[in-house]
């Protein structure tokens, strides 16, 4: 009985050393970007939402209540921490390859997800109209780090400076 526990105890451990985090690899990278140019809808669907200051406002609203945790605050993974560690990646909004799909694909994409990559979709959680606005806003997205991480990922003294830095009131 111990040379089994202790064989099988070997074995965990092995098991165990052997797992760890990592990116994906070049070809699996290439395969997720080859499947998801063939699965995509919605490339003739127009927008309705008008381009103007205010409908990207409210998509940034919309943005940030549903989006933010994984593609930060400005949709460009600034202070998502695990981003890079999925597989495939989290998008960067702001990329080529993401600007490059049209509207109705982008919509298409915040509807139905993307399978096997962790987008969800959002059909049924949000509105048509809402998901419309969150397009817009993905067209005029803020600069790279210009609006700093979630504040799910801050610690405590990262709070309270982002507080003093946005003149918030403490609690």
């Not at 089994?4 to 760890?20: A, E, N």
């Not at 003294?157 to 003149?167: D, G, P, T, V």
Request: with cysteine; charged share 25%.
């Amino acid at each position: 009985m111990k040379v089994l526990l202790g064989v099988l105890g070997l074995f965990g451990i092995l098991v165990l050393s052997s797992c760890k985090v990592s990116g994906p690899g070049k070809w699996e990278t290439l395969a997720a970007k080859k499947a998801k140019k063939v699965t995509i809808g919605g490339k003739d669907w127009k927008n309705p939402v008008p381009d103007t200051p205010e409908a990207v406002k409210i998509g940034e609203r919309h943005f940030q209540r549903h989006c933010q945790v994984c593609h930060g605050l400005d949709g460009h993974n600034t202070g998502v921490p695990f981003a890079d560690r999925m597989s495939p990646p989290v998008a960067d909004l702001g990329g080529q390859d993401i600007q490059a799909y049209t509207d109705g694909q982008l919509k298409w994409i915040i509807e139905n997800g993307i399978r096997f990559t962790g987008m969800p979709g959002w059909d049924g959680v949000l509105k048509d109209d809402e998901m419309w606005y969150m397009v817009r806003f993905m067209r005029h997205l803020p600069t790279k780090g210009s609006l700093g991480p979630p504040a799910v990922f801050l610690d405590d003294n990262e709070h309270k400076e982002m507080e003093k830095a946005l003149k918030i009131p403490a609690k």
